[in-house]
């Protein structure tokens, strides 16, 4: 989570809201999920404040994601 979404994440998930901030104010959130839809809308949700930084099939699955809704706003 970036910094400016580093505050809301940490009231969301507690202390589960994971690195203490870096240099820049982001944290990092480390959760075991299986790339489903609602994960997909839960990180698309946060907009550009959230990203999905591993595993690589999970972040591939949010670049599909983003793909399908950039065409089908085309």
């Known amino acids: ?10 009231e ?3 202390g589960v809201a994971g690195s203490p901030a870096g240099a ?3 944290v990092t959130l480390t959760v075991t999920v299986t790339p489903n839809e609602h994960f997909l809308g ?3 949700g946060w907009g ?3 990203e999905v930084v591993g595993p690589p ?3 591939e699955a949010m ?7 950039r ?3 085309e």
Do not use: N, P
Request: proline content about 0%; some cysteine; glycine content about 12%.
């Open 1 to 10: 989570f970036s910094r400016e979404a580093a505050r809301a994440a940490r």
């Open 12 to 14: 969301r998930w507690g």
């Open 24 to 26: 820049d104010g982001a």
């Open 42 to 44: 839960e990180v698309l």
């Open 48 to 50: 550009g404040t959230c």
């Open 57 to 59: 099939d999970v972040r």
């Open 63 to 69: 670049r599909g994601r983003i793909e399908a809704l």
């Open 71 to 73: 065409a089908s706003y």
